[in-house]
Each structure stands twice: as structure tokens, then as C-alpha cells.
């Protein structure tokens, strides 16, 4: 078992541009869950699925950010014009239905 | 809305000490959230340390306990004594269930540096 996959570990990109972040699950898990760590923040919750379906996505920004699962292996955070505070750490996490939430090893986006 | 605090950012003790990481919670969308305490040791990702699920049960795992206290809304995690190797960031969590597995909401974290 490989655990929680997020790819890239770290991604830099310019003001303005657009940043992809995937989350592949841990395989027969129902849940993804994505998470923002900032030192200001905290550790924030950002949006979940379950069996691919968007649950809550409460925690999203309103603006530029988008979450999607489109097959139960992976999920993926787009942020589209990326701007400098949204430099952090974005953790991808998965679980069973009741279960305890696995957490990846996150994804550090830098803008500059 | 939906919170969780833990006073001291970093802590510091002597190996072989005892130590105590106070939580407190405050939730408005659940009457019964379930608790957790996570831990990322240096080098690490973010894993489960221990969870309670039911008000006025303690949760342990590694030589750390922490118990569940509705009336004060409290989740402190505590260790007779620690080890060098208990040096991590804690951070207690609230879940807020939603018919199946929570979103959890964090606490600010904890460095624990244990000093020998």
C-alpha cells in the first residue's frame, strides 16, 4: 500500500498562472478530503468527496479554486491565476466511509 | 461555526517528564463531534495519533492519553513521560460527521521539543 499519492511535492509558478494538484487515494477508499496548510492559516479544511461526489466545499475560496474526482482513483485541486498567498502546503487526505483519514505528503505550492 | 484551541505553540521538556498539550473545542453544527490528536514527527507526514468517538472516553496510543470532557469541552493530550523520540507538531481535531467519515477542523498546533 503506497498510501495517499500527491503529485507534484512542489510546484512554482508565476503570478497569474494556473496550478494543477493531484491526489491519487488510497485504493478502496470513498472519502478525499483536501486541505490547506499556511503559516498564518493554519491547517485549513478546503472541500471532500465521497464515492466521487462533491460533499462540502465550504473551506473552498470562492474565487479561482476548483476541486473534481472524476474516477475513483484520483482527484485534482486546480487553482487558476495563482496569486501570492495562496503559497502553501496542500495536503490531500483519504478514508474509508467511517474511517480514520490518511493524510499524503502534501504538495508546497509557491508563487511568485 | 466551528473551532478548536490550543493555547501553546511550542512547549518544551526534559526527557522522562511528564507533559500535558491542552485543546479546547467549540462547535455550533454538532452535539457530539468526534476528537482526534494528530501528530507529524520532523521528516514525517500528518498521521493519526489517537481519536475518542464517544463523550467521557479516553483514547490512547503510544504512552499518550487524551479523554473526552463534554462538559468543558476539552481534549487534552497528556504523557506520563516523554521521550526524545515524541518530539513532533501535535495538532487536536474536531470531526464533524456528516454521515460518514468528517472533515476535521484543526487546532493551530503544538511543537513539542523534548529535550534530553
Known amino acids: 500500500n503506497a498510501g495517499v499519492i500527491q503529485t507534484p511535492r512542489h510546484k512554482v509558478t508565476g503570478k497569474g498562472q494556473e496550478a494543477t494538484l493531484w491526489c491519487e487515494p488510497i485504493?478502496?477508499?470513498?472519502?478525499v478530503f483536501w486541505y490547506r496548510q499556511t503559516i498564518v492559516q493554519g491547517l485549513e479544511f478546503l472541500t471532500y468527496f465521497r464515492n466521487q461526489a462533491p460533499i462540502d466545499d465550504s473551506g473552498m475560496p470562492k474565487e479561482r479554486f476548483s476541486a473534481q474526482m472524476p474516477n475513483q482513483s484520483h482527484s485534482t485541486l486546480k487553482i487558476q491565476s495563482t496569486q501570492p498567498q495562496d503559497s502553501a502546503v496542500y495536503l490531500c487526505a483519504s478514508s474509508s466511509y467511517w474511517g480514520e483519514q490518511y493524510f499524503g505528503p502534501g504538495t508546497r505550492l509557491t508563487v511568485l | 461555526g466551528d473551532s478548536v484551541t490550543q493555547t501553546e505553540g511550542q512547549v518544551t521538556v526534559s526527557e522522562s517528564k511528564s507533559l500535558i498539550i491542552n485543546c479546547t473545542y467549540s462547535?455550533?453544527?454538532?452535539?457530539?463531534?468526534?476528537l482526534f490528536w494528530y501528530v507529524r514527527y520532523p521528516g514525517e507526514g500528518l498521521q493519526l495519533l489517537l481519536k475518542?468517538?464517544?463523550?467521557?472516553q479516553k483514547g490512547s496510543s503510544r504512552g499518550f492519553e487524551a479523554t473526552y470532557n463534554k462538559e468543558t469541552t476539552s481534549f487534552h493530550l497528556q504523557k506520563a513521560s516523554v521521550q526524545e523520540s515524541d518530539s513532533a507538531v501535535y495538532y487536536c481535531?474536531?470531526?464533524?460527521?456528516?454521515?460518514?467519515?468528517?472533515?476535521?477542523?484543526f487546532g493551530e498546533g503544538t511543537k513539542l521539543t523534548v529535550s534530553s
Open positions: 485504493s478502496g477508499h470513498s472519502a
Open positions: 481535531a474536531l470531526g464533524v460527521n456528516q454521515g460518514g467519515s468528517a472533515k476535521l477542523i
Open positions: 462547535t455550533t453544527s454538532i452535539a457530539y463531534p468526534n
Open positions: 475518542v468517538i464517544t463523550a467521557g
